[in-house]
């Protein structure tokens, strides 16, 4: 017969072998993110492909981080077109920090960034804060002016994080501007000039068709949707030469910041077996029409190559700054560009100080200002943007981090638990 003593040290060792393995098992892996390059005090987008660590559904997946001996739960969300992809928002308190993936309930955050549908605008918010909104239904141009510059699929307003619109459609100089948007200028098409931008020619167009998808969640808010580059045919026909994929992903920004991230991505393909080939032009692309409050005494620009408004017309960069005054307040972006965009470094559109006599501000990323780009009929072409908008000054080294933040995300260390046995 068993002593006292040998039953009460097996119940013991018995009991917190059901306390200890559990909490152990559920560690589904480990993810060391490396800090060293990121900007200090700001935070980092973190994402990893979250199929090639576990095939556990989202449903019992958890993300927390590790402080010494203890775990905090971190809001997250997961990606899926495809393949699963999990993304977070990392501080660089330091060098690195390591999270752990495990088998437990889902965080439920209730802080969710949203992206609303209603009156044929899709609005993205945080909180009661209004930050970009994308319209989809037809705009048409002030009564009494010509209807030919009617449009759809485009942003406006992009919000400063107080409040302020930065963009503006419909200016009386230009009523074909619409906030943030893409056409292109000089096109050619089945051997006719085409031009989507200036839309008082009626040579073409572009529209807004329908959404892939739209999503909100405790990281970011984002929508896909489809755009119709179409060609008004001489024979009163028209006809689509491009299709166009405009993804736009927000993410939410952290309690107290003056600043949040907006991502673009453009995805262009031939709509029929014909090329379509954007002519070098003095302008084209992705354009952004700045608020009327700002002029050549209020307003900057600064170019990563240091040039101003002075002479950034036609130089090549990878980020632009636009900011000014605006209702007792001063905001802004910097407008960057993705290495592997097409001509990268881009080209520049910059107005000129004495624009329209009051210095009117607008900035473009031209990739066709000073060379020929062919788009041929199975392939997809892409270009990636990123704006950090904010309320106050932002400084060229600011402005510098922020776009080796956007092009160079930091590495993951990758240790999976050896008792995982769903990968």
Aim: with cysteine; hydrophobic share 35%.
């Amino acid at each position: 017969m068993m002593d006292k003593r040998k039953i009460v040290r097996v119940a013991w060792v018995v009991a917190f072998s059901a306390i200890v393995k559990p909490l152990y098992a559920q560690r589904i892996a480990t993810l060391e993110v490396d800090l060293k390059k990121s900007t200090a005090g700001k935070e980092i987008h973190v994402q990893v492909d979250l199929d090639a660590i576990t095939t556990l559904p989202d449903s019992v997946i958890s993300l927390v981080e590790i402080r010494g001996n203890k775990k905090h739960p971190v809001a997250y969300q997961i990606e899926n077109k495809g393949k699963r992809v999990l993304h977070w928002i990392a501080m660089p308190a330091a060098t690195s920090v390591v999270f752990a993936l495990e088998k437990g309930k889902p965080l439920n955050s209730a802080a969710h960034i949203k992206a609303i549908r209603e009156n044929g605008a899709l609005t993205i918010s945080n909180g009661n804060k209004n930050l970009l909104r994308y319209n989809y239904k037809t705009v048409y141009p002030p009564k009494g002016i010509d209807t030919a510059f009617k449009r759809s699929g485009f942003i406006h307003p992009l919000w400063s994080p107080h409040g302020q619109e930065l963009t503006r459609i419909q200016a009386p100089d230009h009523y074909h501007h619409y906030g943030l948007w893409n056409p292109w200028t000089h096109v050619v098409f089945e051997g006719d000039t085409v031009d989507f931008w200036n839309l008082k020619d009626r040579k073409g167009t572009v529209r807004f068709v329908d959404f892939v998808s739209v999503d909100a969640g405790p990281v970011y808010a984002e929508y896909q949707t489809l755009h119709d580059h179409v060609v008004f045919k001489k024979d009163g026909s028209e006809k689509v030469a491009l299709n166009e994929l405009q993804s736009v992903r927000i993410f939410q920004p952290q309690k107290g910041q003056d600043y949040y991230i907006a991502d673009i991505t453009i995805q262009l393909n031939c709509a029929t077996d014909e090329p379509v080939l954007l002519k070098e032009y003095r302008y084209g692309g992705l354009g952004w029409r700045a608020t009327e409050k700002w002029n050549k005494e209020n307003s900057e620009t600064l170019t990563s190559e240091g040039k101003t408004r002075k002479d950034a017309d036609g130089t090549k960069a990878r980020w632009v700054i636009l900011q000014g005054k605006i209702d007792d307040d001063y905001a802004g972006a910097v407008m960057m560009s993705y290495p592997t965009n097409y001509n990268y470094p881009e080209p520049l559109r910059i107005w000129p100080e004495n624009m329209n006599g009051r210095g009117d501000v607008y900035a473009n990323f031209s990739p066709t200002k000073d060379k020929d780009w062919l788009l041929e009929k199975g392939k997809t072409y892409t270009l990636k943007y990123r704006f950090l908008v904010y309320n106050g000054h932002v400084s060229k080294e600011r402005a510098e981090a922020a776009w080796g933040d956007f092009t160079s995300p930091p590495a993951i260390k990758i240790k999976l638990n050896q008792l995982n046995s769903n990968k």
